[in-house]
């Protein structure tokens, strides 16, 4: 027998593969919903709301304004990873994730009817900012949810690296659509895509809420979570309880991310308004090249997630953050050639290191936390990055690059943060192929902040 649910009969190893096939399904195809929504209001942004939603500004501060919207979706994430961070240790990690969807699902599909400047003047913009900020919150909530829920019903601590980073899968994924979906609506004639083909995408994102909704209605609670519910292990306040308990981690876990998340929105999001208004390429060449980029990573994330498993989550983190350091100025070297066929290939290359810190960084920080506090404590500290990385990364590089005229400037940004997450990563505990199913302030602690060695 496997493992046990709360008031059931314990599971048989083939009930248990099944659930744990049901999880990752059921996380990766929810993931890649959330971020569907996520970066379609990141593409769009870039392509269309400077125009319609600030047409009285100038372009350049058209496009700082909209930016700002796009902002504050960041902004909600830490919130969000509070709110949901508390209920997924109180309640459970499957109820907490329906609840993140719907809101997530729900306030993407009310952005394709928000009216422009041309009927309402600014509300167009505020209540843009308004659904922004609940996109965000859902977001916040979803990503520690959706790990824990693959990583703790993993049978073996010798695969959780693997099997955790399939979640991660939803960012190419959701990206995947997301650019295939604006491209799709690109192609059609004259201003249509201007006046009503943007908005489509976002119409459709409630029947991809619909199934998401239906996978996630049929997984069982996580054995983990489950244990602590029989033992009467559930903490009050499990958001105080982590701050109070791993401060530490929660800050180093966010710092960790800086190499991960700011090249990243640089190289999805700002790269449409570089890459149109400065170099003068085509939108679909854009579209078509962060395309391919995202199939990559459908292979590449879960190929470093099992690496991870290898030669360890920091190690293999470490790599790819300073490989994120150096390739910041092979690649504006590559798209300020202006060739199609150097940014096509930059753009592409650009999520490779990405990945080599997407794959292993969902078990590198989840890991660190203890049972009982590890949805609120993994949510905050990954969510806080998108305060500090990811939300103001295309601000710093639109303003990096008024200032400067160069894409280098940019570059050195990038090795910044890279800088910034070596030393984070180098301070993190590794915990690869150690038992996490036991609380780490037992009498026989887990944790340790040398190179973990495999259980036997």
Request: glycine share 8%.
């Amino acid at each position: 027998m496997a493992a046990t649910q709360t008031g059931a009969m314990p599971l048989s190893d083939e009930d248990y593969r099944r659930q744990l096939r049901r999880a990752v399904i059921a996380s990766t195809i929810g993931t890649t919903i959330e971020w569907y929504d996520f970066f379609l209001y990141s593409i769009v942004t870039g392509l269309v709301f400077a125009k319609l939603y600030f047409p009285q500004s100038d372009p350049f501060v058209g496009t700082l304004q909209a930016f700002l919207i796009y902002a504050v979706g960041f902004l909600a994430r830490p919130v969000g990873a509070a709110i949901f961070g508390h209920y997924g240790d109180r309640i459970g990690r499957k109820a907490t994730l329906i609840i993140t969807l719907l809101l997530m699902g729900l306030a993407t599909f009310a952005v394709a009817f928000v009216p422009t400047y041309a009927s309402i003047g600014i509300w167009g913009a505020v209540i843009l900012t308004v659904l922004r900020f609940i996109q965000g919150v859902g977001v916040g909530g979803e990503w520690g949810g959706s790990v824990l829920m693959s990583m703790e019903w993993a049978r073996t601590n010798a695969h959780r690296g693997f099997v955790a980073s399939w979640p991660q899968f939803g960012v190419p994924a959701g990206l995947f659509v997301a650019n295939l979906a604006v491209l799709a609506m690109s192609e059609l004639s004259g201003s249509a895509f201007l006046t009503w083909g943007w908005r489509v995408p976002f119409f459709l994102s409630i029947v991809l809420v619909a199934i998401g909704l239906y996978i996630r209605l049929n997984i069982l609670e996580t054995p983990i979570f489950a244990k602590l519910l029989a033992e009467r292990r559930i903490e009050k306040t499990p958001m105080l309880e982590v701050l109070r308990r791993q401060p530490k981690d929660i800050l180093l876990s966010a710092l960790a991310r800086m190499a991960e998340q700011a090249p990243f929105y640089i190289y999805t999001a700002f790269v449409f308004t570089y890459g149109v208004t400065t170099l003068g390429v085509t939108r679909d060449l854009l579209l078509t090249a962060v395309l391919a980029a995202s199939v990559l990573e459908f292979f590449t994330i879960p190929f470093f997630g099992h690496v991870s498993d290898l030669i360890g989550r920091r190690r293999t983190y470490m790599i790819g953050a300073a490989a994120a350091g150096i390739f910041g100025f092979v690649y504006f070297a590559m798209i300020d050639s202006r060739s199609p066929t150097w940014i096509f290939v930059a753009i592409v290359l650009s999520l490779v290191p990405h990945s080599m810190m997407y794959g292993p960084q969902a078990a590198l920080i989840a890991e660190s936390f203890t049972g009982r506090l590890r949805y609120s404590g993994a949510s905050l500290g990954y969510q806080l990055a998108s305060v500090i990385a990811g939300g103001p990364a295309p601000l710093i590089a639109t303003a990096l690059f008024a200032y400067y005229h160069s894409g280098y400037a940019i570059a050195g940004y990038v090795l910044l943060c890279a800088v910034l997450s070596l030393f984070a990563a180098l301070r993190l505990g590794d915990y690869t192929n150690k038992d996490i199913s036991r609380e780490y302030d037992e009498a026989h602690p887990l944790a340790d902040s040398g190179p973990a060695r495999p259980a036997h």
